[in-house]
DNA sequence: TTAATAGTGTCTATGAGACAGTATCAA
DNA sequence: TTGATACTGTCTCATAGACACTATTAA
């Protein structure tokens, strides 16, 4: 369908075309509790909100990404060096009075990477880069553009969808055992998880392949697991959901 | 955080912009089938895509649309006349070869509607406009641009929201019967469902308020019902799924 | 009275949740 | 041997699914 002999911009065009940007919540459980990658903006430039914490993410740049998920990677990978973790599209965000350069919009990727010693990278547009305990971010913290309201919903889909899939297995590396497993279900949904239960769950869901033993968090090894398939979660047919 | 006084267009940008679209993919049940709404490309001029079926959309005025939402529900009022549907963000696809004018950003929202008589509007860039059988759509159409891969994702979306989900009441004027919603969600998911299941589902999730009884589709008159809250649907705790 | 559909009752199997118990390791 | 945690067994209860049944209307 594209031709690429044609110039990538016809000159025709004369109406005003929006800024497109692309934005990453990148999360992670560190300390037992979920955390969230924030880039300081620069304090002492033109640039909108100087200073405040921001998602990371900028400018399409139609030159190098090929496509809008690529520019997601592209990003993640200049500030962490995580070349594949979980992505999911989160949704767009888009309006005249989000960004005071004019009418722009953003579309907001989420990540999944496993919590440890990451070197965190500084870009050329980022004076500072750090992981955020995500709650006290939504509570007290005031984020740059309208990456607040990003931000929770990213949170509100991440609780959502954990309660129902199997997507917190992508917090760790491989292989991992399931009480690490559960632990992670517990960090992010915040409220303990019974053990029999769980593993029945995890376990007859086939999602998962044992790779021996491995010296877990305790005295006893527990049997590591690794993920059968890493391109996306499994879907339970019901929630989890203590009863009442 | 944004200043009303500065120009729209800062000048200083000099690299390239994507162009920014919207489509809309608008679900309706007629002749017990989902069906899209469809428009044709106009076939001689210099557009892309000449001639082809698309989904109804186009590029974001920024002198018009406040964001992204409003600029949906204007090209769905263009083409429907409906003005209060359930609208909701599907996703947005972006990238250097989706159109041959260039790099670009569609963000797509898909929209549930009553299937009865409602008059549709040809615009001004769309010779023609109708309703499609969806599955004979995906099977055999070719659409504009990547819109068969857009359209594909709209109904896996629908689809398995509504073995969760209270959505197909959005496809009813109100008030509906429960055997009209059941009725619904067979369509929708393309396969019978229990009654006595369905009803005590459907009353126990208490999203329903009775209006009365009415003539329904048979000799005896149903109970009619209205949502209670039209904002959203109601997220059942299992999906609907037949033992096997 | 009949046909047709609205609506209800009831049985059963599944499986989640709760929790107590057993197994296996390091120290 | 002890402590800690990995892992299992079992009981119970909610509820979805299946299907037969009754109720109420128009014709």
Redesign the pocket.
């Known amino acids: 369908m594209a031709s690429k002999t044609q110039p990538r911009r016809t000159p025709k065009v004369t109406f005003p075309l929006p800024f497109t940007t692309v934005d990453v919540v990148i999360f992670t459980v560190l300390d037992e509790a979920l955390q969230v990658l924030l880039v300081q903006r620069p304090g002492t430039s033109d640039d909108p909100c100087p200073g405040a914490w921001a998602l990371p993410g900028g400018f399409v740049d139609v030159g190098r990404d090929r496509d809008l998920e690529a520019c997601a990677r592209r990003k993640l990978f200049e500030k962490t060096g995580v070349v594949s973790p979980y992505l999911e599209q989160l949704g767009s965000w888009g309006g005249a009075e989000r960004d005071p350069r004019g009418w722009s919009a953003t579309h907001v990727y989420f990540a999944l990477i496993p919590g440890q010693g990451l070197p965190l990278a500084k870009g050329a547009n980022a004076t500072e880069v750090g992981w955020f305990d995500v709650d006290a971010v939504l509570r007290r913290q005031k984020l740059a553009f309208d990456h607040g309201v990003i931000l929770k919903a990213a949170v509100e889909r991440l609780r959502s969808k954990v309660e129902y899939t199997s997507l917190p297995a992508f917090l760790l590396d491989e292989p991992f ?3 690490q497993l559960q632990k992670m279900y517990e960090v992010v949904l915040d409220r303990p998880v ?4 769980f ?3 995890m376990l ?1 869901a086939d999602f998962l392949e044992e790779t021996g ?1 491995v010296a ?8 590591g697991y690794q993920l059968r398939d890493r391109s996306g979660p499994v879907v ?8 009442q």
């Open positions: 055992t399931l009480p019974d053990k029999s239960g593993r029945t769950r007859s033993y877990g968090d305790s005295n006893r090894p527990a049997m339970f047919p019901r929630t989890f959901s203590p009863r």
